[in-house]
């Protein structure tokens, strides 16, 4: 398959059908995209998306967001040529299926500060910036984890994040109206996420009332049992971060609709690889120290409520 793909000869259906072929193989398990990567098909994947026709283009952004998505694959390879950042940056204002898997493909290959500043040179933000008010849910999730990877621990780009605009708004404004409950858990999540990173990084530092009465009860209300242990722990993490350094986010965080007893359940062992249940084990016992060390084991003055804070958005 990865033969028929390097054929330059080859007709532009084989290649799309070849690519396709190798497209549901990656599909399988973790060993077999490891024989896709090995086969050195990323790279002719990535010159596939400059190909004239373009069946064969979405073929190709299909399969390399299939291998990207599973975690495992080189991102470097991204950048090794200055076309592709550009090129899949470009696919961002396609159809949905190709601003989808660009966007994930983008996000899969950020893993260093040279890869978010280099994505932002390429002017990824106004890039994604459309796909967080079409009604894709699929493009929306790809569009806020691409802008929470490109900020995550750097505040250069978290600044220009945060100065972007689309239509008259700002990015984080778009990015706070996605924390509704009429859109998926995931979306809330990583917009949640995507704020508390900017938040963190100093961008949005105005924005302290939105983190208050969206963010923080979003994230815990994403910490409930009704989903899973993974992605609730995800969430716990976020939170936890969020208010590690600001007392005033620690008092609201510990009077918030009952955490404390959530979190409580998780003292006692979850099925978690252990190095992420460690982990989530200190950061709830951080959570129940919060307590103590605020109320003295009392319960909250009416000043902050009267009773727990409603987390329903």
């Not at 193989?25 to 373009?54: C, K, Q, W």
């Not at 961008?203 to 009860?217: G, H, M, N, R, T």
């Not at 620690?250 to 690889?273: C, G, M, N």
């Amino acid at each position: 398959l990865v033969h028929l793909v390097s054929q330059n000869e080859a007709s532009a259906r084989l290649i799309k059908e070849a690519v396709i072929a190798l497209g549901s193989f990656a599909h399988g398990t973790d060993e077999n995209i490891r024989a896709v990567i090995d086969s050195h098909a990323i790279p002719l994947l990535l010159r596939g998306l400059f190909f004239s026709e373009m069946a064969v283009v979405e073929a190709c952004v299909k399969t390399t967001k299939i291998i990207y998505q599973s975690g495992i694959a080189p991102c470097e390879l991204v950048y090794e040529d200055p076309g592709v950042v550009p090129q899949l940056v470009q696919l961002l204002s396609e159809s949905s299926v190709f601003a989808e898997c660009a966007a994930i493909i983008l996000t899969q290959s950020c893993m260093t500060s040279y890869h978010q500043i280099t994505l932002c040179a390429q002017d990824v933000v106004p890039a994604l910036a459309p796909l967080l008010v079409k009604p894709w849910p699929r493009c929306q999730l790809a569009a806020v984890m691409c802008l929470a990877t490109v900020v995550h621990h750097n505040q250069a780009t978290a600044f220009a994040v945060a100065q972007a605009h689309f239509n008259g708004d700002s990015i984080p404004l778009l990015i706070e109206k996605l924390m509704v409950c009429d859109q998926s858990a995931e979306v809330q999540l990583w917009a949640s996420k995507c704020l508390s990173y900017l938040f963190q990084g100093q961008a949005i530092l105005d924005y302290e009332s939105a983190i208050c009465v969206k963010v923080l009860p979003t994230l815990v209300r994403l910490s409930k049992p009704e989903h899973s242990v993974r992605f609730r722990a995800d969430a716990i993490e976020t939170l936890a971060h969020l208010i590690e350094e600001s007392p005033k986010l620690q008092e609201l965080a510990s009077i918030s609709d009952r955490l404390i007893f959530t979190l409580a359940d998780y003292l006692h062992k979850v099925d978690l690889p252990e190095p992420q249940y460690v982990k989530l084990r200190q950061v709830n016992l951080c959570f129940i120290f919060i307590r103590i060390k605020l109320y003295g084991g009392k319960r909250p003055s009416h000043e902050y409520r009267p009773e727990e804070m409603d987390t329903r958005i």
